[in-house]
């Protein structure tokens, strides 16, 4: 197969369509990351559809004194990438292609949940995002996109933007792709040096405490109703944290027996509630900000999925827990999803 090169709507729109088109947007720079997604795209739309794969470095999403010029432009390569993982078309337009008219006067605003996290870290950045989006999607003409969940506010957006705005296409969320070491793959992964990629596995590192600070006290709590309210209980806990898979040393440490009813309460609340999973991971990086180079924090948060706002104790059903942090001059960001179950 022969992926197309193509830099106007006008060429693509002259295709010939059968089957369903998915569209997986990009700025450039790809890397195995965008490869999953094309890869994804491509079982979607089977051997009878079309994936095409845009490439734009999108102005509107880039603030003051952020890296628009040194955002790395690799097309050949990305087009090479593009076909292997199963690309039909890569769709590389120019500014005035998708801007014919300047910077556009009229704009979608992201509200709210566009003006928390990235949003007040970065302002305007996702009416921007939203903009292109929104642009691409009527020049691509696709009925399904790909985004990656590494970027999670923003596939919470363009969901949000496509259900409010009636798009009719339908928005796939494909789970975050990282290197052996746990570093989520980012286009901007290559402006790290030695030292300062060693620092920045804080950040996953971050996020994998925080989700097993929370797993070990869940299987606390799911072993807990298991066992009669009895000193038997006590037991079983410490037993459950000989097993690694599900150990939290310091949750069990604090276990204790519980003979009567009144002192069964320790264990209900053995769950592990959204101050631990930040305190867990707020540890590490805080580590972090010790070492030579430091992470400098931007944010750690635990947030609803729904419209990114932060959890209490005592919330039920899907998170996020999500961080973002400067490494030298490279601004990171990445998460990971939680489920916190009913009490008992």
Do not use: W
């Not at 500014?95 to 305007?124: H, N």
């Not at 969320?173 to 620092?199: F, I, K, Q």
């Not at 264990?267 to 590490?284: E, F, N, Q, S, T």
């Amino acid at each position: 197969m022969t992926t197309a090169l193509l830099h106007t709507a006008d060429a693509l729109h002259a295709r010939a369509r059968h089957g369903r088109r998915a569209v997986v947007m990009t700025m450039g720079a790809l890397h195995e990351g965008h490869a999953t997604l094309i890869r994804t795209a491509r079982e979607l739309a089977g051997p009878e559809g079309e994936v095409v794969v845009t490439v734009f470095v999108n102005p509107l999403q880039f603030g003051a004194g952020e890296d628009l010029d040194r955002y790395p432009r690799t097309l050949d390569a990305d087009l090479a990438l593009a076909a292997r993982a199963g690309a039909d078309v890569v769709f590389a337009p120019a500014v005035d292609e998708v801007y014919p008219g300047g910077e556009p006067q009229v704009r979608v605003t992201a509200g709210p949940m566009g003006e928390r996290l990235e949003g007040a870290s970065r302002p305007g950045h996702f009416d921007g995002m939203l903009t292109v989006v929104a642009k691409l999607l009527h020049l691509t003409r696709p009925d399904a996109a790909f985004f990656g969940q590494k970027d999670a506010q923003q596939l919470a957006l363009v969901r949000r933007m496509v259900r409010d705005l009636n798009f009719g296409i339908e928005i796939v969320g494909v789970p975050t792709v990282r290197e052996e070491d746990g570093l989520a793959l980012s286009s901007r992964n290559r402006y790290l040096s030695p030292e300062e990629r060693r620092t920045a596995l804080a950040l996953s590192q971050a996020l994998f405490a925080g989700r097993d600070r929370h797993a070990a006290q869940e299987a606390l709590r799911a072993r807990a109703r298991e066992v009669p309210a009895t000193h038997a209980r006590a037991e079983a806990l410490s037993a459950l944290g000989e097993s690694r898979a599900a150990a939290d040393a310091h949750a069990v440490a604090q276990s204790r027996p519980a003979p009567t009813a009144r002192e069964e309460a320790p264990y209900r609340a053995a769950a592990c509630g959204p101050a631990d999973v930040r305190a867990a991971a707020r540890l590490i990086l805080d580590d972090a900000a010790r070492l030579v180079p430091p992470l400098t924090l931007d944010y750690l948060a635990l947030v609803d999925p729904v419209d990114f706002s932060e959890i209490g104790e005592g919330f039920t059903g899907e998170a996020v827990l999500a961080v973002a942090a400067r490494i030298g001059a490279t601004r990171l960001i990445d998460n990971i999803p939680l489920t916190f179950g009913a009490a008992s």
